[in-house]
Every structure is written in C-alpha cells, then in structure tokens.
C-alpha cells in the first residue's frame, strides 16, 4: 500500500469513528446523561465538547496528511496550463 | 431617540459600509464572467473562508437555530455542531478535486461539471431545475426572517410584509449593483461582524442566567430534557446532519470551491472553517437558545424564531439592540446576495446559454445576470410573504431536494468511475423527485428525513445502471481519472 493510500485509509478511519460515536449521541445512546458533570458542565455537554475537538482535529489532519500529494499535483496542471 | 429612530440609524451606517465595500468591488469587477461569478478564481483564504461561512450562515442561524436550540436542547446543538465540522471536511474532500477541475476546464456552475464529465446537456438542465427549486424557499426564509426581525423589533408598527419587502428591495439592489466580487468582500464584513453579535449576545445571556454552572443548574431543574437529549427522532436527527453536511453540494457553496486562487488556501479555508463554523457558529446559539429558556419560558413553538429579537429588546439598550438587528440583517443578506447571484447563474447559463448554444458577450451576459437577479427576487418575495412555516424546517427540506439530487452524479465523478450518464440521470432524478415526494406528498415516511430518502432511491438506481454498464469510460471520462488520481 502506497503511503498516500495509508494516510487516506487512517483519515478515513478517524472521521468514520467521530462520525459514529457522534451519531450515538443523536441516538440517545451515548453522552446524554447530566451526571457526571464535569468542570460544572452536564455530561452530554463535556460529550459534545470533546466531539467537536475530535472534528476539528480531523479536519487539520486530514489537510496536514493529503494535502502535498493533491499540492503536488495542482502546481504541475496549473505548470501545464500556463505553458499552453 | 426611539428604538425606530435607532434601527434606521444603524441600517443607515451598515448600508454605507455596504455600499462602499460593493462600490470598490463593483470597480474592480470586470466584465468577465468568472469575475462575476466566481471573483476571478482569486480568493485568498480569508476572503474565501469568511465569503463561505457567511453564506453557509443565515437567518437560519441567526434566528432559526436559537429557537432550535430553546425547544430541543443539546439534540439540536449536536447535530448542529455535527454538521457543522462535517461540510469543512466536505469542503477538502471534494473540494480539491472540483477546484482542479474548475481550473482545468474552466467551470462555473454544478451543471457545467457534470454536463461536460457525462456529455449530456439535458443533465446540466435537470440539475439547474433542482437548484433553483432547492434555492427559492432557502432565498424566501431570508426575506421572512428580514420580515421577523423587523416586526418583532418595531413591537408591530412595521408590519412583517413590509419589512419583507424592505429587506427585498435593499438586497436585490446591493445585488444588482455589483457581482461576486463585491459579495465576497462584504460577505467577510458581515461574517465577522454577525459571528461577532453572536458571541456578544450569548456571554451576555450566560451573565443574566447566573453563570455557566448556574444556568446548567437551572435548565436541570426546568427541563432536563433539553440536556438529556430528549426524544427528538434520530431518523430527522441523522437527516438533518446529512442536509447541511453535504451543504457544500448546494450550487451557492459548491461555486466556492472553485475561487481559490491557488490549491493551499483550500486547505488553509477548510481548517479555518471547521473551527469558525463548528465552534463560533454553533456554541452560542446553543447558549442563547438555552437562557432563553430561562430568561422567557413558554414560548410558544412559532415565536421561537423570534427569540433573538425578543432578547435584544429586552435586555440591550437601543442602540445596542439595533447593532443585533443589523447583525441579522448581515446574516441574511451574506447568504441571500449569493443564493440570488447564483440562482441567476443557473438560469442563464444552464437553461438558457447552454441548451441553445448562445453565444453572449462576457459583458451582456453579466447584464442578463442583473436582470434575471431583479425577476428571481420578485417570485421569492412571493413565497415569503405566505410565511409557509418556521425557518428551520423549510429550508432543510427545501435543501435535501438539491443535495441528495446532486450528490449521485459527483461520486461518478469523483470517486466511483464506472457510472454512466444513463445512472446519473436516473439517480439525480429519482433522488430529486423522492425527497420532494417525501417532503409535500408523503412527509417524511417512518420519521425519516427527505435528504435520506433521497439518498437512498438515488443510491439504488445509481449502483444499479453504473453495474449494468458495459461500456467503458470514454475519453473525458479516462482523462479526468487522471487528473484527480492524486497518488505518484
């Protein structure tokens, strides 16, 4: 597997994870209680805190591990576009 | 002087900024039609980013999700803060891969892309019709929520009609002043300076509930339901994050992701994004709609929309309270001016220039523009002033019929290579005509949102004519494949 296909494969794998374990919280499964609270926070309120770190944190990795591979490839079209 | 005398104080001074900001965009807009619609394929990633989360954010948010928030809680805010990290991420994915082929093959419009990768006009014209039929109620719930403001803000001595068409006829003129060069300069003025009222309006409500902790307390003794989760259904749960989620499918956002002027600002734009959008965005609303329940309770279910209008009344000093309005007002013009632009843009270029091979001067083609902008804005006024509904409902439902239409097609292009355009007519058409079914006809069958449907009927017919297919790819298609395979 090329190291492009195995930073995708991890990016991939972290998003499909934050994106189930955010949708049990709209499932009513996971992070809806009040207790315990946390820095005075409800439960389900630290729950969707962390989320959004997670998905936050998704997006810088996934620019930070794809993006000279699809960088590369931009300069040499637009290379191409300028020389016709 | 009167909260009246205040409000047209600040619209005043907000318009001028306007006014000055599109006047200098207006100057430096040429008579090019990717100047006008896509500002010359130039953005830095500031611009970019403030242009796409001002046009992402709307009454909807400004309004709409207050009230959300005041009637579901922690339900609303999740999926909300869901999908709003979700379209950043959309924005990459995708993103890259349009905006190499907007450079490539100098693209404007949704259509454009997929009629020229399937090589079918009839295809493009399908997918004009769904975005402007996806747009229309977006574009109205813009105009009720200038109407809302208005009304709740003057205590009725402007009347909700009349503040519509207030709103109408200040927007469609900024509009037709100037194109998107302008947009996206003061889409960035009025992302940060409603972002800004946001984030004012929700320390404030914290202070009046007694603190984070305090308010927490107090909503656990009033109605724990809305940090418990409570029974919102996960069918419209889920529907609703895949609607804005996939947000950047609508032809208003998809048009950004071909202005960078250069492939590290997408990136740079989606980081920026996921923090702007899923965090400034989502947080305060969430904590407004939540002291509101303290600060006003039992609302009923159709004031909610009113809530940030009835907060700033209240609470704020005049002048201050007017600062709100016009934050509102910011919201919803940073959206509506590109819904509008880019409804035009579907009309003319894709059901009108393209199908009947027009050929059109850059610089009449943009007059055209104007025109259609004036004529669109007049049929949305229209449904705006039937007031259909809340704000939240109509235009998520109205979205899905454009997202789960559009999102077929793509994945043929961008990742699933064996479709044809015979699968990519019938899943945009089966998709389209499914979520409008399961919105008007139907509504929402077994608690599932429209979007899903959608996905799932167009997912269907999409697998089963791309496996059915036994020709292979033709030449467009063997050269775009080359083009976005990103590995050396």
């Known amino acids: ?84 | 002087m009167s909260a009246l005398g205040w409000l047209i104080a600040v619209i005043a001074i907000y318009i001028l900024i306007l006014i000055a900001i599109g006047y200098i965009g207006f100057k430096s807009t040429e008579a090019t039609v990717e100047d006008y619609y896509l500002g010359g394929r130039s953005l830095g990633w500031i611009v970019l980013t403030g242009t796409t989360i001002a046009t992402y954010a709307s009454m909807w948010t400004f309004l709409g999700a207050v009230g959300g928030n005041y009637r579901l809680g922690i339900a609303f805010v999740s999926m909300m803060m869901f999908w709003n990290i979700l379209w950043p991420l959309m924005f990459w994915f995708l993103g890259t891969k349009v905006w190499l082929l907007g450079k490539k093959y100098n693209y404007i419009t949704y259509s454009e892309l997929v009629n020229d990768y399937y090589g079918s006009k009839v295809l493009g014209i399908i997918a004009a019709i769904f975005g402007i039929l996806a747009l229309l109620p977006y574009i109205a719930v813009q105009l009720m929520g200038g109407g809302i403001v208005i009304e709740t803000f003057t205590h009725g001595s402007i009347s909700f009609a009349a503040g519509v068409i207030i709103t109408f006829v200040f927007m469609v003129l900024f509009i037709s002043l100037a194109g998107l060069k302008s947009v996206v300069w003061t889409d960035t003025f009025q992302g940060i300076f409603f972002l800004s009222v946001m984030c004012g309006l929700a320390i404030f409500a914290v202070k009046l509930a007694g603190g984070f902790g305090q308010m927490f307390d107090k909503i656990e003794k009033i109605k724990p339901v809305l940090i418990t989760h409570g029974k919102f259904g996960f069918g419209l749960w889920i529907g609703f994050v895949f609607t804005w989620g996939m947000a950047i499918l609508l032809p208003h956002m998809f048009q950004r992701l071909m202005m960078a002027k250069d492939p590290r600002i997408i990136g740079k734009t989606t980081i920026a994004s996921s923090i702007l959008s899923g965090w400034v965005q989502s947080v305060p609303v969430f904590i407004l709609g939540l002291a509101c329940v303290i600060l006003f309770p039992g609302i009923s279910r159709k004031a909610t929309d009113s809530l940030t209008v009835m907060f700033s009344t209240k609470y704020l000093s005049p002048p201050l309270a007017a600062i709100v309005i016009g934050g509102a007002f910011a919201a919803g013009t940073s959206t509506l001016n590109s819904q509008l632009l880019t409804a035009s843009s579907l009309f003319l270029r894709d059901l009108i220039v393209s199908p009947f091979n027009l050929k059109l001067s850059p610089g009449k083609e943009t007059f055209y523009g104007r025109i259609i902008v004036l004529l669109l804005g007049f049929l949305v006024i229209t449904i705006a002033l039937s007031r259909p509904g809340l704000i939240v409902p109509i235009s998520t439902a109205g979205t899905a019929i454009c997202i789960s239409s559009y999102f077929y097609p793509l994945i043929g292009i961008v990742i699933w290579r064996r479709a044809d355009k015979l699968a990519a007519y019938a899943s945009m058409l089966a998709a389209g005509i499914t979520s409008i079914l399961t919105w008007l006809v139907w509504k929402f069958p077994f608690g599932i949102y429209n979007v899903l449907w959608g996905f799932i009927v167009g997912g269907i017919f999409f697998f089963a004519f791309s496996l059915i297919n036994t020709k292979g790819l033709t030449e467009k298609q063997r050269e775009v494949a080359s083009l976005l395979s990103f590995e050396d």
């Open chain 1, 1 to 84: 597997m090329s190291s492009y296909k195995k930073k995708r494969l991890l990016v991939t794998v972290l998003i499909l994870c934050w994106m189930v374990l955010f949708s049990l919280q709209g499932l009513g499964t996971l992070g809806v209680t009040i207790k315990p609270k946390i820095i005075g926070m409800p439960f389900s309120v630290f729950y969707l805190v962390c989320m959004g770190i997670w998905g936050v944190l998704n997006a810088y990795l996934s620019v930070k591990l794809l993006s000279p591979a699809f960088y590369k490839k931009a300069s040499r079209v637009i290379e191409q576009l300028e020389n016709n």
